[in-house]
């Protein structure tokens, strides 16, 4: 059974820097597409970037130019580099893998980000 655990959330002040990584335990991880979604409450949960396993990236309009996405097969691990961090990025961030073949959805259970000061 595949789990994903993400760390590095926490509090940062506006225009500061947070690395989140999410690592991966009980799948294949290269058939996987992973990424990283946000939700705040009240709203439905949003993209935020994905990166495929033929290093095909999607990212949202508002993380294109601040977040970059990364993945470490061999680590089965995926990153996600967030700068110039503003107050509407606050929010739980949640680890995704996505099975190519299969389309089955894994999540992990989401990391806190705060931007404030």
């Known amino acids: 059974q595949v789990q994903l655990v993400e760390s590095g959330g926490g509090l940062v002040q506006p225009g500061g820097s947070l690395r989140l990584s999410c690592t991966a335990s009980g799948g294949f991880y290269k058939l996987y597409t992973v990424g990283w979604y946000r939700q705040v409450p009240g709203r439905s949960r949003q993209l935020v970037a994905t990166?495929?396993?033929?290093?095909?990236?999607n990212y949202a309009s508002y993380s294109k130019d601040r977040f970059t996405i990364s993945r470490t097969n061999a680590n089965n691990t995926v990153a996600l580099q967030m700068n110039s961090l503003k107050p509407e990025d606050t929010a739980v961030y949640y680890c995704y893998m996505q099975h190519d073949i299969t389309a089955q959805v894994h999540w992990g259970r989401g990391t806190q980000v705060t931007v404030s000061s």
């Open positions: 990166l495929s396993n033929t290093a095909i990236t």
